[in-house]
């Protein structure tokens, strides 16, 4: 079978390296081209900045190049793989699904448009639709926060029909990005404000889990309070949901365990990147921990896909839990790499196979 | 004036040498005695852990002892300040306070006994009522991150008229007393759970504000997740209230900022102790946090006890913010300090004056 | 090919847990046992505190018990790698022996003991010499901040002719186990004094490179600096050496990619926890580094058992350099594993194979 | 007595800020320009980075300016405290002594520069000579690590005729400034290289110290290795001096504790920060450490500038000891304004008084 030729785009920064991770020797996705404004012309093995990982062997000699829309097409580019900042990845975006190239992103700038999907597999798969006509699809992950919450309250909404849902979040350094967070802002210390990470949780998180417009009926209300903690990567989340039916814990447990709905594609082949168990909960007292569960997931390539869940409390109306998702895996790269995989399962990127 | 001989209890310990920071040239109360099961025969300057700050010059040199409440009593103690553990303070503090001797515990042991009040002079002054007959005193103040919730709230709770706070907190390190948490449990990681911590949220605040039991009219439910971050001192904590009435933004802030209950013995010289600025709100949108905040308090004296607020949001009825208390001051030594200067400021020390 | 029973002594420290993951499923070594006082009844993997790597799979479910040698001899355990605290290693390691049981132990009570081998295998193999006879084999593994100060000198030693070597430390938390350092004593400070530590790095190094006592002709001073930082895992140490004659830095680096001394028995199989790149020096002016390079050795048993060198400084008779090894492998429960086999390879454990 | 009118030069970074701290309030400069090209227009409060510590009250309401010399000038500026970058401080700082205006700089352009002093008051006053004509004096104080070093070797020089001094830094990381060093870089991990750091320190070592050129008779080789560690502030260094003439550490002790070369100034109140002992002798096995040792110094005015020595061990020709300084005080501004007041004193800054 021959692979899909694309392109990771902000290649130098840390989702980008996720993205080569996630990408090297994938079965069905061959990056040929990494691009990168300020790092052009440098090998990704000299730029690598993901410590605890190796970079991977197929691309780390690979040199970063500045690139046009048009100038991908050319070089036969068909998908590509965003970790653009957001002010460049509105235009550039946009573009390239009207140059033909499918735009699998993990920046903010188009997730809220309509008609670009906000895709999460598990959860939304539906939200897919249809592919686009006249243009190549662009599709989006949700913002690194919100990715961790939609997957566990995925299984439990029609359980609990949800009225809010208070969150606090505990987010990794790498969240944002590299050189990010000077350490002299996080030793000894943490930070209580993330721009705009509030409000981009509230608004994805209704998008993809299909709330209705707040004021109508059925809606749910968000409350977010979203903090950066001194820890390298994995961000947690504490998590009270207020149900609009009494539930026992066993019946929460039973959803997520139960909750699988990628079990065909995975087991067809066709998601490598989707982990066996989405939700995976641990009955210790004190799980998730950042650095002992950000990279649950099996197999290898879904390892940092799967959220883990604890310290599930029932209190009347109350349900509460804490989940850990690793940030820039299921967070991020993985979310769009998973998307991709799901894309090309449902026929979007047959047009040209 | 003479000060008033007394002792402190568990003084090795991180929260007994607060204590003893705090009451070295104390204008009212004189430290002649300070206890360690472990730690008898050494000097305090010798066990010193707060490595931030410089031992008591008063006291450095001054050698930890074994003493029963006969022993202290004999030695002319009249108040101790008990920074015991639990299961010790438990039998000890009643002994003491059947000895005569007025205790200040910082101890969770007796906090939620019928006729022990559990003060916190900002917020329910009155709950001092009279002094006990046939025995001295016995007071408590909350658990750290109690005292830090309950500052903040208590001049809210006529606007606001709560029906549920959520709260998530960030607690530091210290909070766990020394040598605590283990150093390779929270180099890039944190903890999601601190045993016992959210029960005595719920039930020291409820005590404290003067909630009605749960499921009665009035009836507050207060839902915490109890965090443990890698930071030295302070607890950070989350907040958001669901009010019973809708309110403004401008108006929660008249209320923090006309909130000085203590004004009377503030002035009068009675209250050193007591900060002259309880709740301290900052507007900047990245505070509080730990590093910056937790030293908060003037004048120098009540360094630690101002609690600050920050991010306030409201949103229909929800109000949001975030606090920072020092956990080892206004949340420990520097409470159980402060109830025993409102003691004696309202007389309850004067029997023997 | 039958494994050999084998015994974990100590199973439930940092460095028995290292010796557990390194033996899952080891060719040779069977994992029969796990021992631990004061964990007995409990399983390796409720115990599990290497939080960043799974428990090993083939002995999660092993429950730790107590057990004399004489349990041990009689249940068949033939081999036991040895992490007990060092006044239990002491007669604990001498009665196996006697036994018949081999001891490969990383306690320091029996390292400097006339006809105990202190063995690196890269290093020192001649010092396994013979087989004791009467009773089983008892062979140590050097102090974790030697065996990464060693490799790298084995092939400078006829080079350089060296007449001191400076040496200051930066040891990583996990050197003193679990629970070890508190968090309070190393957030935001490092620790300058680790007790006995430059003591043993001296006397070690001169038993395993064979320096003559000081004093006599061709004796090497090394002059120690032992220091804890907060890093989770690996040893680095800075290193100037000042030798006995004029080199060049192209020359010392050609000892270092020459030198491979295990090539025999690693291209036979028989020493699968040897790494291919003994001593790996790495250009980039910024390396080693803990984060980055503790894992560094292949194939993947040996991971964790090369020691990284850079920073190669030439300057008179003084040749500088910064090495990093991982402390728990490659200085711990690696080192023994190496050993092991080693031993093995070499006859010494054929007896009744 | 009027104050001396005075700028400090790129107030908003690290330096800068400690230089703001360290003259609020001072007896004999007044502060009364902020430069700062990238924050021009804001103010010191707005921009305080040093978290620990309280803005200086006198200056947080003042706002930077861009301002050339000229500028500088006409505002009757006579001495400026240089915090500017090194490419900056070059040209701007030789363009205002020429204008007339006192420098006292921390930046490292000039400080080799012959005619230019390269000062630490208690080690090499006379360095100072006489006032130079035609123009302001231009005095340099030395690279952080450099300036921790040279104290406790000043006063071991005659004893020890020291031949060699191997130097490990364990360097704090506001030493890089802010933002400086990424968070992501020192999470769980060290960085073993400073650019130009150990040229300097070797340098400038033998500048102040008044070492002869190397190859010639009593030259000093010093060997140094510069790392970064994950700790606030405080430059901690391992130090190894062979001497040239044999000596007990009971004579090493009585040298640091009979050195108070400035005790006629202090004497006198011309040096508020010169502190009382200038290096600090601890006794415990386990200092200095960064977080317990790096404020050390008296009077208030004084603190982080005594140089805390610790683990002294003497070993045949070998002199050994652990040393903690402040980069940023001791090492950076508080240097510098002591070397104003030195200047001062010594009647440099007479010409316009």
Known sequence: MTRIPCAILGAGGWIGQHFARLLDSHPFFEVQVLTGDRNAGRTLGALWQLAELPPPRELEDLRLVRATARELADRGVRVVFSALPTEEAGPMETLLARSGIAVFSNASAHRMDRGVPLLVPEVNGAALGRPPRGRAPLVTN???STAGLVV???????????R?????????????????VPSLAVTDNLLPFIPQEEEKMAAESAKILGWPARGRRGSVDLL???LRVPVREGHLETVTVRAGRRVSAAEVLESWKGFDPLTEGRSQGELPTAPRVPVLFRSEPDRPQPLRDRWAGEPERARGMAVTVGRLRV???FVRFVLLAHNAVRGGAGGSVLNAEYARWRGWLDARD
């Not at 979040?169 to 590299?178: D, I, K, R, V």
């Open 142 to 144: 949700p913002n690194c």
């Open 315 to 317: 209190d009347g109306p």
């Open 224 to 226: 977010a309070h979203c």
């Open 164 to 180: 809010e849902v208070h969150v606090s979040t505990y987010q990794a350094l790498s969240g944002a990005g590299y050189p990010g």
């Open 152 to 162: 566990p309250l995925a299984p439990l909404q029609k359980l609990l029909a949800p």
